[in-house]
């Protein structure tokens, strides 16, 4: 059983005594714990998640690594090889998952390039009804890096694109169509950008993010991109609130009926910051009840003292 335990356990249990720390200093005991638990330090990256069933890449040890799409109400899984393994030094290295448009059939995207600079970008589609990486092509950007993180919405990918010296200035959204195969790419305005940008879904649209935490200057806009696969798309600004800033790595920000909200605390310039919020909060539900824009919210408050809390409203 103590050959069996993990590493962390046996740790513990040097300062039993002198017989059991001699123990696992021997070679013999090291080699035949490191045998029994060599299987059992797993790796898991979310790559992200699409009508409840959830993508991961899983590690077992060093570069032994794949795929699995695991539905947690079927309790079935579904495992693809890790295509990144053949990349591994490249700069760009990153995947996506979600499901067709009304269909049962989900793909999974990678996207890699060698390095940042210069245009195209390569990818390759892994189906779900073929069981394999059947697909493969590429496609040119401006935006010399894709964001970590994507969003989902009726059957395309989208992302932030990124530019500059140290990748921090969004210049594009970027989508992959993965029933037509097709990718987009539209510039956002000067206008939109601020110090921290999210892509979120939003009254039934792409919605661009773009927030400020400091101070007095908090400021949360969001835009909605009315029509983003026509010619004749449009930035809408749909809500900007002065004063209210959200947690910078929040699990929601605005959703159908949702929003996160950060307060200060003393120290930050914003005195009495709980009860001033709650005046912001409600000028902007009742603007946006005025507007026919949002329902009811449901308020998640994270202050910057780790002490959390929730209201719902």
């Known amino acids: 059983m103590y050959v069996q335990a993990d590493a962390k356990t046996v740790g513990r249990c040097r300062c039993i005594n002198r017989g059991w720390r001699a123990k696992q200093e021997s070679g013999e005991f090291m080699t035949e714990n490191y045998k029994a638990n060599e299987r059992r330090s797993k790796t898991v990256v979310v790559i992200g998640s699409d009508l409840g069933v959830v993508c991961m890449k899983v590690s077992n040890s060093g570069l032994d690594s794949n795929i699995l799409v695991w539905n947690p109400m079927t309790r079935t899984d579904r495992t693809a090889t890790d295509e990144s393994l053949d990349h591994w030094d490249y700069d760009v290295s990153t995947y996506a998952f979600g499901f067709l448009k009304n269909s049962d059939e989900f793909l999974i995207l990678y996207v890699y390039k060698r390095g940042f600079q210069g245009w195209f970008r390569f990818w390759k589609l892994y189906n779900s009804k073929l069981r394999g990486w059947t697909e493969e092509g590429a496609f040119s950007l401006q935006a010399q890096k894709l964001g970590p993180k994507c969003l989902v919405h009726e ?31 539209i510039q956002i305005p000067a206008n939109a950008k601020s110090v921290y940008h999210q ?25 909605n991109i009315k029509n983003i696969w026509s010619l004749e798309r449009s930035w809408v600004e749909t809500i900007q609130v002065k ?23 003393n120290g930050s310039g914003s005195g009495n910051d709980a009860e001033r919020t709650d005046v912001v909060i409600s000028k902007v539900m009742h603007n946006m009840a005025k507007k026919g824009v949002l329902g009811p919210w449901h308020l998640a408050r994270t202050r910057q003292r780790q002490d959390h809390y929730h209201a719902f409203g």
């Open 155 to 185: 059957g395309v990918i989208y992302w932030i694109g990124w530019s500059g010296p140290t990748m921090k200035f969004p210049v594009s959204v970027v989508g992959f169509d993965l029933q037509r195969r097709i990718m987009l790419e």
């Open 199 to 223: 892509l979120i879904e939003f009254n039934g649209c792409i919605g661009f993010m773009s927030f400020r935490n400091t101070g007095f200057t908090r400021q949360v806009t969001v835009w």
């Open 243 to 265: 004063g209210l800033g959200i947690p910078y790595t929040p699990c929601h920000f605005f959703g159908k009926d949702f929003i996160s909200v950060l307060e200060a605390r």
